[in-house]
């Protein structure tokens, strides 16, 4: 192979969308997906629009997402963190730890065909921290509870 052989394999086409930087953010989602990397990670990726947000370089009705490595020792948390707070829990509370029976089920939900998040306002707090063992960036997303109204739908985030 030569020195640009690489190039060769690689996908051109992709539907990958930048991460969001730091800020408070209200954004709705699009899309959510799992895929499978070229290293094996199983990946969860919630994707979005932004509606409103307290940082100046994100564009309002621009499309970003978040990448979670499931197999990462954050995966699993960041995972059932974002679907916590998609039904109406706090993620930061610990009496919220159980409160959605078969979360493996619900999760293969969300990622299928049907897309029953499509549409769903929320809230997201995005920190850039260092990472401890790469000394990196990261963005650390902190969703926020969808508040639901007394009929169980939707009402504002909080």
Known sequence: ?????KASDAKA???SLPTLPAGKHKIRITKVKDIESRK????????YEVLQTTNEEVKVGGFYSQVIKFNDDMGPINV????????GYDPNDEKNEN???????????IISDEQPLAGLEMEVTVDVIITQKEKKPFPKHIWHPVEKD????EAEAS
Request: glycine share 16%.
């Open 99 to 109: 409160a959605i029976e078969d979360l493996e089920d619900v999760i293969e939900y």
């Open 150 to 153: 007394d009929d169980g739908g």
């Open 13 to 15: 086409s992709g539907d």
């Open 80 to 87: 059932k963190r974002f679907v916590l707070a998609s039904e």
């Open 40 to 47: 094996g990670n199983l990946l969860f990726i919630p994707e």
């Open 1 to 5: 192979m030569g020195k640009w052989g």
